[in-house]
């Protein structure tokens, strides 16, 4: 039986954030529960099971990076993080270790529960009718199990890597707009950076092996979108 509230839990280490950002989640009718440190982010995220986790990046035991990690072994909760860490290097690092989105500080929390409720929303659609196992060239993706393979080795993606790449795949041979990427893999109504659809493609190519100079699987169409080789280009 789905929860009546969803429970959120927060992990950050200044109370400056933490009183004010409960609260207004509380507000919006979300059950709270608050933690200052990675040792305890990783013990209540597997012992609470909660809905969605705000990860601090600079925590004071250890790195949010590392509980991103460790929730990722045994978990697909949606974790979003929080940082005060805007570079392009940090964002990608926390992507590509499971995160499925990324707040940079100073925020509002109406800013935070607007994106909370952004990825509560892609994370709990089901899976659509119709949607079986698709194979182009050597790639294999399965979006019932969640599994992706090439030339029979698995690929460790994230929630978003993967539903980027289901999208393309699935378009193979066609281009896919930046626009239309945005609308499906996020939301129609993503109000973050759209840098962030280029740093899912950046670690997608790494995990296929491509060469964003001369691409195999992953074509950039500049000022339009994206491609994935169809079928013939890979046979």
């Not at 994106?115 to 698709?134: D, S």
């Not at 945005?182 to 950076?193: Q, Y």
Request: charged content about 30%; proline content about 5%.
């Amino acid at each position: 039986m789905q929860r009546s509230k969803r429970t959120i839990l927060l992990v950050e280490d200044e109370e400056s954030i933490t009183t004010p950002l409960a609260e207004a989640l509380e507000r919006e009718g979300f059950t709270t529960e608050v933690v200052r440190t990675a040792a305890d982010a990783i013990e209540r995220g597997r012992a609470l099971a909660p809905d969605l986790v705000l990860l601090d990046l600079g925590l004071p035991d250890g790195s949010g990076y590392d509980v991103c990690r460790e929730l990722r072994v045994t978990s697909q909760v949606p974790i979003i993080i929080l940082s005060a860490r805007g570079e392009e290097a940090d964002r990608i690092v926390g992507l590509e270790l499971g995160a499925d989105d990324y707040v940079v500080k100073p925020f509002s929390a109406r800013e935070v529960i607007a994106r909370i409720r952004a990825v509560l929303r892609r994370a709990g659609e089901p899976e659509a009718a119709g949607t079986g196992p698709v194979n182009v060239g050597a790639l294999r993706l399965d979006p019932a199990r969640r599994s992706a393979m090439l030339a029979g080795a698995p690929l460790e993606l994230s929630r978003k890597e993967f539903d980027l790449l289901e999208l393309l795949v699935r378009e193979a041979g066609n281009v896919v707009t930046r626009e239309r990427l945005i609308d499906e893999v996020w939301d129609v109504n993503w109000f973050g950076s759209t840098k962030t659809l280029d740093v899912h493609v950046s670690g997608l190519r790494r995990k296929l092996g491509d060469d964003s100079a001369s691409p195999r699987y992953l074509h950039t169409v500049r000022g339009v979108g994206f491609r994935f080789a169809g079928p013939d280009e890979l046979s």
